[in-house]
């Protein structure tokens, strides 16, 4: 059964919503991502940066302080309200940022990373989109975040060392933090504000989040949808310098023109899947594809055309499947307990980032880089596997607000 035209289309207040809370995350992740490509250089003239354990500790803590808080901050968002919790979340972000700007060692750095992963707002402004969008254009709004993340950060890849040699690391933490109140400023004047149920009890919450088995089902996919992503990213730049010949500089300007065309790669499978209601098999076969790339990965890596032609293959599936998780979690979950839901939701994604390097490197330095590949193989037939009963849920027709747009 198809859907009508009109309803696909999104309201001019869902497109604002949308397109704005898409910027904020877009925002707030190249402030993440512009450090990454420079940090371990700069650290050298850091003190205590010949314990390169120490290193990784500031580049990566921010992804601990944002595992452990994604949960309190989206139940936060369903006591409180999604705004307030939103721009608290960004004032913590900004103030580590500003804090390891003013730092010149390793160590106030990593205080710094580790209040900039403490503003961990993802769950509250996935929720904030979710409450206002219609169940029949929630996968695009989603899909407008995950492809605002992808550009995010192919653009930090590419831009990151020329902003470095002309602003230095004090000046990209700066700038962080400026982005991080730039996007306090688009939610509080630019996005609209849209009713918001009260929060179910904490203890009925939580039951009802952790025991329902389609929820289970999406929190162990993205674990392990992050998990395969961070473990190949081990090998990929690797891959590209010895088998590839692309100096490390290059990299980034790669990673635009394959996020470009996975992202108009995955359009027409999803407005197909919007349209004949085929959420199932395209969900199924994004996993498939996943799968099978890192199956062809693992006999192709040192070759560069197949090496590349993957890569827009993985960021096809990554974005379908980026796109579509969220939007069936915000769909599945109680009204109620929707922030806390998509708490537990990113929770998962963060312990898949930290599980997947820590996979790739003991599988690159042990078996070596097609092991790495045929593991990232095993986990994503496994998820195949577990997804396969899924049952896509029952869209709820919701009156588009129309008038709200003003």
């Known amino acids: 059964m198809s859907s009508s035209p009109s309803s696909l289309r999104m309201t001019p207040a869902e497109r604002r919503a949308s397109g704005w809370l898409a910027a904020l995350f877009a925002l ?19 003190a205590g940066s010949q314990q390169m354990g120490l290193v990784g500790l500031a580049i990566g803590i921010y992804g601990l302080t944002q595992a452990v808080l994604q949960i309190p901050y989206g139940w936060a968002s369903d006591r409180w309200g999604r705004r307030p919790v939103i721009l608290a979340g960004l004032g913590v972000f900004a103030a580590g940022s500003f804090i390891a700007a003013a730092s ?7 205080v710094g990373r580790a209040l900039q992963g403490a503003g961990a707002i993802s769950a509250a402004v996935t929720a904030f989109i979710a409450d206002s969008t219609r169940d029949e254009v929630r996968t695009k709004a989603m899909a407008m975040v995950g492809g605002s993340i992808s550009l995010a950060f192919a653009v930090s890849l590419a831009f990151a ?6 602003i230095g690391m004090a000046g990209l933490f700066s ?4 982005l991080a109140l730039a996007g306090g400023w688009v939610v509080w004047r630019l996005v609209p504000e849209v009713p918001q149920l009260p929060a179910a009890p904490i203890g009925t919450a939580w039951r009802t989040v952790l025991g329902h088995p389609e929820l289970r089902r999406l929190n162990l996919g993205v674990f392990l949808l992050h998990t395969v992503q961070m473990a190949m990213f081990v090998v990929v730049p690797i891959a590209l310098v010895e088998h590839a010949g692309l100096p490390v500089r290059q990299h980034g300007w790669l990673y635009l023109g394959v996020v470009v065309l996975a992202i108009a790669g995955m359009v027409p499978p999803m407005v197909w899947s919007e349209r004949r209601q085929q959420l199932r098999a395209v969900f199924l076969g994004a996993v498939a594809l996943l799968a099978l790339t890192q199956v062809a990965l693992a006999w192709g890596w040192t070759r560069p055309v197949p090496l590349i032609a993957l890569l827009v293959c993985f960021f096809i599936s990554f974005n379908l499947l980026e796109a579509n998780m969220p939007s069936l979690v915000s769909r599945v979950a109680p009204p109620a307990a929707k922030g806390l839901a998509l708490g537990v939701f990113n929770t998962c994604q963060s312990l898949g980032l930290f599980a997947g390097g820590l996979l790739g490197g003991r599988l690159l330095g042990s078996w070596g880089h097609s092991a790495v590949f045929q593991v990232c193989a095993v986990l994503a037939g496994l998820w195949l596997v577990l997804a396969w009963p899924m049952r896509p849920p ?11 747009s003003g």
Do not use: C, N
């Open 28 to 46: 707030r992740m190249l402030g993440l991502f512009l450090i990454l490509p420079v940090f371990s250089v700069h650290a050298r003239g850091l």
């Open 104 to 110: 010149d060692t390793l160590a106030g750095i990593t």
């Open 161 to 166: 060392p020329w902003l470095y040699s002309v």
């Open 175 to 178: 700038m962080t933090g400026g």
């Open 394 to 404: 029952a869209r709820q027709r919701v009156k588009a607000e129309a008038e709200v």
